[in-house]
């Protein structure tokens, strides 16, 4: 017999059903085509728009495709190519000690378990799960950028804004299999619609499930009923 979900699981589940009817084709939007490519596209986008991050990356892999290459390139002329992401000296610093790393301790090749990417210099919880999840297809946790963070709070889904916290209380109300969908479609909504400044409530489609839209229509516990709720 299936277990009874509560009412803030079923307005979770809700909520990810309509996401993906609303982004059905959303994906990762950092260009890459192998894991370790991933893993520095992914540190690179920290505090860094993915467009940004996709201009500057075809150069930096072209002169350095996998884990060896970046381990052994001057990191000054990291520093140089990255130099338009941010934070570049830190940045280059964290992908050459995370690529030594993965040479030296892990045969060149990215890490498939949490624990060992959590080892890699400048790789937080964020950027693991977006590897294993893109690189791997393993859903080891729910991804927690800035707009993962602030519509979850909105949704009445979390009430905390450290990351590893919300991601604790996303994942209870989640099934495992649609952790990754939960995130990267709440970020298309977070660009799209619900900005942090000016959310478009009056044309949002989860407003009637939003606390935050509308309080006299739901609380933070969750809705009434649920029109597209599986029964499983």
């Not at 009412?7 to 909520?15: G, Y």
């Not at 920290?46 to 884990?67: G, I, M, S, W, Y």
């Not at 030594?100 to 060149?108: C, H, L, S, W």
């Not at 804004?161 to 952790?179: A, N």
Request: hydrophobic letters at 40%; one cysteine or more.
């Amino acid at each position: 017999m299936p277990r009874k979900l509560s009412i803030k699981q079923q307005r979770a589940i809700e909520i990810l059903i309509r996401l993906k009817r609303l982004y059905p084709d959303a994906t990762c939007s950092l260009d890459y085509e192998t894991p370790v490519q991933l893993l520095v596209a992914t540190i690179l986008s920290a505090q860094c728009t993915d467009e940004r991050v996709n201009k500057v990356t075809p150069e930096l892999f072209r002169q350095f495709p996998d884990a060896r290459a970046m381990a052994g390139a001057d990191l000054e002329e990291l520093e140089t190519l990255v130099r338009s992401t941010g934070f570049y000296r830190n940045k280059a610093k964290n992908i050459q000690g995370a690529c030594r790393m993965i040479v030296t301790d892990f045969g060149g090749q990215v890490p498939q378990l949490m624990d060992d990417l959590l080892k890699l210099p400048g790789v937080a919880r964020k950027t693991a799960n977006v590897v294993l999840a893109h690189g791997f297809g393993i859903n080891a946790g729910v991804t927690v950028d800035t707009h993962v963070k602030r519509l979850s709070k909105r949704l009445g889904l979390t009430q905390h804004t450290d990351p590893v916290r919300v991601e604790r209380d996303l994942i209870k109300l989640l099934p495992q299999p649609d952790w990754e969908n939960w995130s990267i479609r709440l970020i298309y909504h977070g660009r799209a619609v619900c900005m942090a400044r000016n959310p478009a409530c009056d044309r949002c489609h989860l407003a009637d499930l939003c606390p935050a839209a509308d309080p006299s229509k739901v609380d933070a516990s969750g809705p009434p009923q649920l029109r597209s709720l599986p029964s499983t």
